[in-house]
């Protein structure tokens, strides 16, 4: 039997009443998700998310907390990760280490290297988040 789709699982559950952690009227990207077709560009994508991600940081307030950003390393000949979706895990002088959720591992980012602000993601946001398409790998020329 073919897996079912988000929107189909996600309406069998408001059917039977059932809540998930991004059911809350506090969801800013809810919106975005149950747009998805599945042909999205990522940059379309990305644009979509920074609208409705409105709160920034320059740095990460704490560790656990979670940030999707404009990435441009200065290494050459490395693939990346160009809009990646992080959970902090360590902060230093020179940048920070996280989980990039669109690798699935550790990536280690420096100040110099973000384009712009960090934009906060909430908890009850995360796990929409984790389901938006819009990693886009790259090789740095």
Known sequence: MPRKTLK?????????????????????????VENLIGNEDPDDLMQE????LTETESRPSSIGQYYTFFYN???????????PLVAITDIFSWGFR????????IR????DEINGELYKIRLEE??????????KIKINN
Do not use: L
């Not at 998310?49 to 409705?52: F, N, P, S, Y």
């Not at 996280?98 to 591992?105: C, D, L, Q």
């Open 8 to 32: 189909q699982r996600q309406s069998e559950n408001q059917e039977k009443g059932k809540k998930t952690i991004s059911d809350t009227d506090n969801n800013r990207i809810r919106d975005i």
């Open 49 to 52: 998310i920074i609208e409705a």
């Open 73 to 83: 390393p200065k290494t050459p000949g490395i693939f990346y990760d160009e809009y």
């Open 98 to 105: 996280g989980i990039n959720f669109h690798w699935e591992g």
């Open 108 to 111: 280690q980012y420096t100040w």
């Open 126 to 135: 995360i796990k929409d988040m984790r389901t938006i398409p819009y990693a």
